[in-house]
């Protein structure tokens, strides 16, 4: 088993910076690649990014050259640096634990097997 508690999420004006993080406990962290996805109210959850375990990085296209997601393996925890926020990117954000991605795609052929409860950042205009 893996518990994930993600924080760092908030209200913050267009244009501002947020830095998520995910904490997790459980079994052996670094064995696992570590994923970010986001729901908005009346959407359904798409991918953010994704980290494998050897620190290889994927981005859906939205949030590329703004967001940045790295892990830390001695602390267990991932991070999710996001800049240069738009109302868009107003959702609740959850990080994720495993799983089988097509890189060109992001399309999950095996979904994530652990989950956190997310954590909401909202955008203001």
């Known amino acids: 088993q893996v518990q994930l508690v993600e924080s760092g999420g908030g209200l913050v004006q267009a244009g501002g910076s947020l830095r998520l993080s995910c904490a997790a406990s459980g079994r052996i962290f670094s064995s696992y690649a570590m994923n970010w996805f986001r729901q908005a109210p009346g959407k359904e959850r798409e991918f953010v990014a994704r980290i494998t375990y050897r620190g290889r990085t994927y981005y859906t296209d939205s949030v590329k050259g703004r967001f940045t997601i790295t892990r830390d393996n001695a602390n267990n925890t991932v991070y999710l640096q996001m800049n240069s926020l738009s109302p868009e990117d107003t959702a609740h954000y959850y990080c994720?634990?495993?799983?089988?991605?097509?890189?060109?795609?992001?399309?999950?052929?095996?979904?994530?097997?652990?989950w956190g409860q997310g954590t909401q950042v909202t955008v203001s205009s």
């Open positions: 994720a634990a495993g799983g089988s991605m097509i890189p060109s795609t992001y399309y999950f052929t095996l979904a994530p097997d652990y």
